[in-house]
């Protein structure tokens, strides 16, 4: 993957992984609880949170565990 992604994706991974911490700590769980319960390592869920780069697939994971759609994650 390129690193000079447009500012806009950085944005928008930044925002989605800001919306996931959010929901996660509404929520009351930690990193741990939630790494569990979407069957992924905490250390992806860190870095989701971080806005790094995140599969379609954890980002379906991790929306299911959170109890929400996945485009609520995306487009908050």
Known sequence: MPADQPQWVL?????????????????????ETLAYTSGLDRSTIQ?????SEMKLSHLL????????????????
């Open 11 to 31: 944005d928008a991974r930044r925002a989605t992984g800001d919306r996931i911490r959010v929901r996660r700590l509404h929520l009351d769980m930690t990193q």
């Open 47 to 51: 870095r989701m949170e971080a806005g």
């Open 61 to 76: 994971l991790v929306a299911e565990a959170l109890r929400m759609h996945v485009t609520d994650l995306l487009h908050g």
